[in-house]
């Protein structure tokens, strides 16, 4: 499924930013337009893509004189920001914090969209991904997915997601499906208030970031029995994959910077590399640790790439998911 | 009611009856209608397991209702109700028209300057020129503040006729 | 004791130089934010974000909190100056700031209010301080059932706060409930009433509705009021200092608003708002002045400033003690913590009581500030009257726009709001008040979601809400609340049948 790339680049400090992808101009990290550049957010301030535009933006003005402003456009699950950055001049001033729901989810779940994921855009750089899992309960004597598989198979097992047509709510869809088996979908306004009933008891588990969750986890209040990622997850490696325990499930929740088609190659790579070199700084890499994003170096090319698997990825889990549509 | 303390008694001639107050309630009920409609196509649901219509549907409902009693008591309501001031509506909406067609296409600064200038056309104590340099400070205080001080993503400039969003 | 020499231990590091300088930058920057309108504590945290990035956790989070609370305080000075909200919750500040503004009075409310900011900041203090780990329980013990249930009580509450026609008034909550409907359905993901426009998808937003209906339609109101000349022909006396009698009625209102704020603060979700809008339903059905509500009563503008700011305290509770973020600004604030390596959790307590007891130690030095910062400047804001209504009234409109503008960066909002200030004007014509509208937009999509929520959990069992103890008493007190107030209505007809039949006909 997830295509793993060039993973020989990842981490590192200063070693990301020497690993050039073949094809692309040499290019030196440092400031590549005089204006001010806008980092378009699809979600209103304090999510993941928020926090990450604003590290960058501080990181690109401070150590490689490049100014950012962080503008958030949230609305319609980031279709609306995405529409707006297609529609920018294509010269490096306008990119967006790209992810799952504009590029992803939205071209199958809704019923149009304003642009084309792919021809529209020109994907610059990834940055990282976080992956999600399932969360039970400690008492609940569910220790692995098979066990998960045998009490929902004898009694209805409700879970919390972060929204109707969200990264949780398709991966619980996704399980069901693998699973063979039905259980109760239980719609947040994000995770937060979906985790505060979990610890209220009204909900039996619920699928969130597991890197995000780790102190819950190690106060035992809830136990992570797998997460939907290739790997095991840096940070933790505890928590075992959908994969090794037999399920082929594997939900990757990303973060690129993605910018309107028809930016010239040399701005695209200088774009790429001087993003690469805030990301390889090791403060970088340790604040991005902290929200549960690992970071992973990518080709323009690569990234461009993986985006449209992901988008023939999403679809089955999303049709599945009955959000199709809404 | 704020206003009435500037009004003098000769506008009492000029201010609307109180019945005419049951249009808005009457339109509140077609409003309720519509919402009711719209619950209906969506699905009530069961009893106790309400459905995507049921909410709408029964404020609809209730809306139309109590809508329904305040036309009966504003059109037995003897007294007056405020004289409206349709110059001003209309120039305070033409305003925030010009805000919302400039604010992308031709950025902040040309935006406050033609809003201020919109909006103070039913003050005519204000001479055009005065009225263009009340446009020219608000537009320049608007830079200041919200691009230079606070930062905040606007573009200052801009021509984009075809509009940004 | 442990409490108290506790909170010495964060005094003492509230009170190095640095920590308070950051202090006083967040707490200047917040008032000078809440005051713009539609510019909120969410935009100022984010703006500010960037900074903390290289603080010390705890003063990157007295930083914040700072700017947070900060903005509450600004927020009711755009209220009562102009009715239009600062911040969304001190949109019931506007019901008799405003009024008052216009009897020549505004002096005094926003002594009143800053006096009223400060009792609930320190109210709020105090059960932080107190009851934290109880609230945190209280919180985890909320669940569907329980959020139904006093989201429906506060609804019944705030049906009385209408001034004019009962029937109207609850006519206008309802229009609001209906009005929150729009947009996605957050339970089965359906759309409703977008027209096909995908930025109704997420709904209206609050402040949208709160301009257009108090600023945009008041506006349009007072510009012939005031033609050529002052805000109103009221000349403004310079009196802010209240008088013996003034004082004693703000204290009971202090109280009670701080108790509400608090306790809606520390419920993740509710927040501000609902602290002042239930706050203010309250006061006006236990005051014996409540006649005067709506017309530029004091204790109007007491309670909801001393709710907002106790629930401003308070919210960090659930954010930093279970993680929970109850609004969009407490997110960013666990974003903040995060960047730092801190996630909040239950044991924030014990793994960082510096970060815990420094943030609730400058919650005291910070309201400190805010009242020594505010107090003197209320003379230059009521000057700020004395500038002619004609280069007022667009000044205003423009930082309307900018304001609804900064929410999303959208030009689709402004026209929202011209949609809401057309609204507003003709409600007003047609004699129907804004503030019960606000109160049913506010608790409608609240009290939807989490009934069809509480009715998906128990698969359809409607007794959820009688089982659970803490549910069944606040649906007990709903019901009494509706006796009584049935009660006291037909009493009130009769008497006044009474007392009208020899004159009429």
């Known amino acids: 499924m997830t295509p793993i790339l060039s993973r020989r680049a990842v981490m590192g400090a200063g070693l990301a930013a020497l690993v050039l992808a073949p094809g692309l101009a040499l290019a030196e990290p440092g400031a590549w337009t005089s204006e001010p550049v806008r980092i378009v957010v699809t979600f209103p301030p304090g999510g993941t893509s928020d926090l990450v535009a604003r590290l960058l933006a501080k990181h690109l003005d401070a150590d490689f004189g490049q100014k950012a402003v962080v503008d958030n456009r949230p609305g319609a699950a980031g279709t609306v920001a995405a529409d707006y950055v297609a529609r920018q001049p294509a010269d490096g001033t306008v990119l967006m914090i790209a992810n799952n729901a504009p590029f992803t989810i939205a071209p199958t779940q809704f019923e149009s969209l304003p642009y084309d994921p792919m021809g529209d855009f020109a994907h610059v750089a990834y940055i990282g991904a976080s992956a999600p899992g399932l969360f039970v309960k400690p008492d609940s004597g569910i220790a692995t997915v098979a066990e998960f598989q045998a009490a929902a198979k004898e009694g209805s097992i409700s879970y919390g997601s972060s929204g109707v047509g969200s990264i949780s709510h398709i991966l619980g869809k996704a399980v069901d499906g693998a699973l063979g088996v039905e259980t109760l979908h239980v719609p947040y306004q994000g995770s937060a208030p979906a985790i505060q009933d979990f610890r209220a008891g009204v909900l039996d588990t619920f699928y969130d970031m597991v890197a995000q969750n780790r102190p819950m986890i190690e106060d035992k209040e809830a136990v992570a029995i797998a997460i939907a990622a290739e790997t095991r997850f840096p940070g933790v490696p505890d928590v075992p994959t959908f994969k090794e325990q037999g399920f082929d499930i594997v939900i990757e929740n990303w973060v690129g910077l993605t910018g309107p088609a028809g930016i010239p190659p040399e701005t695209a790579a200088k774009i790429h590399e001087t993003v690469a070199a805030v990301i390889a700084l090791p403060e970088v890499q340790a604040q991005l640790t902290g929200l549960g994003v690992t970071p992973r170096e990518m080709s323009s090319d690569d990234y461009a790439a993986f985006v449209e698997t992901q988008i023939g990825v999403w679809k089955p889990l999303i049709v599945a998911a009955g959000v199709q549509g809404k | 009611m704020p206003g009435d303390a500037t009004e003098t008694s000769t506008d009492a001639a000029a201010r609307p009856h109180a019945r005419w107050g049951a249009a808005g309630a009457v339109f509140l009920i077609a409003l309720a209608a519509v919402f009711m409609a719209g619950g209906l196509e969506l699905g009530l649901g069961v009893l106790f397991r309400p459905g995507t219509g049921a909410f709408p549907f029964f404020t609809g409902a209730i809306l139309a209702a109590l809508a329904a009693v305040t036309v009966v008591q504003d059109l037995a309501d003897p007294g007056l109700a405020e004289r409206p001031d349709w110059v001003s509506f209309a120039a305070i909406a033409a305003a925030l028209a010009v805000f919302a067609v400039s604010a992308d296409r031709l950025g902040l600064v040309p935006a406050a300057f033609l809003t201020t200038v919109v909006a103070s056309v039913p003050d005519r104590s204000l001479s055009f020129p005065g009225k263009a340099a009340l446009g020219a400070v608000v537009a320049a205080g608007a830079w200041v503040l919200f691009i230079q001080l606070l930062g905040l993503p606007f573009r200052a400039l801009a021509f984009d006729l075809f509009g940004g969003a | ?505």
Request: net charge neutral; proline share 6%.
């Open chain 3, 1 to 505: 004791m442990e409490l108290i020499s506790a909170f010495a231990g964060g005094l003492a590091t509230v009170m190095q130089p640095q920590t308070l300088l950051y202090c006083f930058i967040g707490c200047f920057l917040g008032t000078f934010i809440g005051v713009l309108p539609g510019i909120g504590s969410m935009a100022a945290i984010a703006m500010i974000l960037p900074l903390s990035f290289h603080l010390e956790p705890t003063t990157a989070l007295v930083m914040i909190a700072g700017v947070y609370y900060g903005a509450e305080y600004g927020g009711s000075i755009a209220s009562i100056l102009m009715n239009i909200p600062g911040t969304p919750s001190s949109s019931i500040t506007c019901i008799d700031g405003y009024p008052m503004a216009r009897e020549g009075r505004a002096g005094l409310a926003l002594f009143v209010t800053s006096i009223a900011s400060f009792g609930g900041g320190m109210i709020g203090m105090v059960v932080m301080a107190a009851l934290s780990p109880a609230l945190a329980r209280m919180a985890l013990s909320f669940g569907p059932a329980e959020y139904f249930s006093v989201i429906l009580l506060g609804l019944v509450a705030a049906s009385a706060v209408s001034n004019g026609g009962a029937v109207k008034g609850v006519a206008m909550v309802t229009l609001g409930l209906m009005l929150g409907t729009v947009g996605v359905d957050l339970t089965t993901g359906d759309l409703r009433f977008t027209m096909g426009v995908p930025e109704l998808r997420d709904g209206v937003n609050l402040v949208i509705v709160a301009m257009g209906l108090f600023g945009v339609g008041e506006l349009i109101a007072s510009i012939r009021a005031n033609a050529g000349g002052r805000a109103t022909s009221v000349d403004y006396r310079s009196n802010t200092w209240p008088t013996r009698d003034e004082w004693r009625r703000t204290w009971g209102p202090i109280w009670r608003g701080g108790a509400i704020g608090s306790f809606f603060g520390a419920l993740p979700g509710t927040g501000q708002t609902v602290a002042s809008a239930v706050g203010y339903a309250v006061e006006k059905k236990l005051s014996p002045n409540r006649g005067m509500f709506g017309k530029g009563a004091i204790e109007g503008v007491t309670v909801p400033e001393s709710a907002n700011n106790a629930a401003t305290q308070t919210a960090f509770i659930p954010t930093l003690t279970l993680g929970v973020p109850g609004s969009a600004s407490m997110a960013l604030v666990i974003g903040a913590l995060m960047i730092h390596g801190i996630t909040p959790g239950p044991r924030i307590l014990t793994d960082h009581p510096d970060l815990f007891w420094g943030l609730v130690a400058s919650f005291l030095v910070g309201n400190v500030i805010l009242l020594i910062l505010n107090v003197p400047l209320i003379g230059m804001w009521v000057k700020l009257l004395q500038i002619p209504y004609r280069f007022m009234y667009p000044t205003i409109i423009v930082l309307i726009c900018i304001g609804v503008y900064s929410l999303n960066n959208n030009v689709f909002d402004i026209w929202l709001t011209l949609v809401f200030g057309i609204a507003g004007y003709l409600m007003r014509l047609f004699r129907f008040e804004p503030a019960p509208l606000l109160i049913g937009f506010v608790l409608g999509p609240m009290m939807e979601e989490q009934l069809r929520r509480a009715m998906l959990l128990s698969r359809g069992d409607p007794m959820v809400f009688l089982d659970r103890p803490i549910s069944a008493a606040l649906i007990a007190a709903t019901l009494g609340i509706l006796v009584f107030g049935l009660l006291a209505g037909l009493r009130a007809r009769r008497r006044l049948r009474l007392a009208a039949l020899p004159a009429d006909e």
